[in-house]
Nanobody, 116 residues
Framework: QVQLVESGGGLVQAGGSLRLSCAAS????????MNWFREVPGKEREFVAS???????FYADSVKGRFTISRDNAKNTLDLQMNRLKPEDTAVYYC??????????WGQGTQVTVSS
């Protein structure tokens, strides 16, 4: 029973910044990678960034150098700092966590809109 609650989405001008947060609750002791995905209407959900429990990170080329993913294992939180935002970053952003032996869990998504 894992629940993910996202926050921090909103409207921002191109070149601005937003910080997304995801709070995880439930049975997360054995959690593996935590991830951010995003989805635009009419397109497939795409990978944004990943971080394992030890702090190793991986980014999609489209956000590398602009976004930073981080996690706090004590607080069971996941964050995504988004800088130098572009209109093409506009999407619904989803938090995701892998629980080995149980599968993946998803948040409900938070809207990020970047105006030009």
């Amino acid at each position: 029973q894992v629940q993910l609650v996202e926050s921090g989405g909103g409207l921002v001008q191109a070149g601005g910044s937003l910080r997304l947060s995801c709070a995880a609750s439930g049975r997360t002791d054995s959690s593996g990678d935590m991830n951010w995905f995003r989805e635009v209407p009419g397109k497939e959900r795409e990978f944004v960034a990943s971080i394992n429990r030890r702090g190793s990170t991986f980014y999609a080329d489209s956000v590398k150098g602009r976004f930073t993913i981080s996690r706090d294992n004590a607080k069971n939180t996941l964050d995504l700092q988004m800088n130098r935002l572009k209109p093409e970053d506009t999407a619904v952003y989803y938090c995701n966590i892998l629980i080995p032996g149980q599968g993946y869990y998803w948040g409900q998504g938070t809207q990020v809109t970047v105006s030009s």
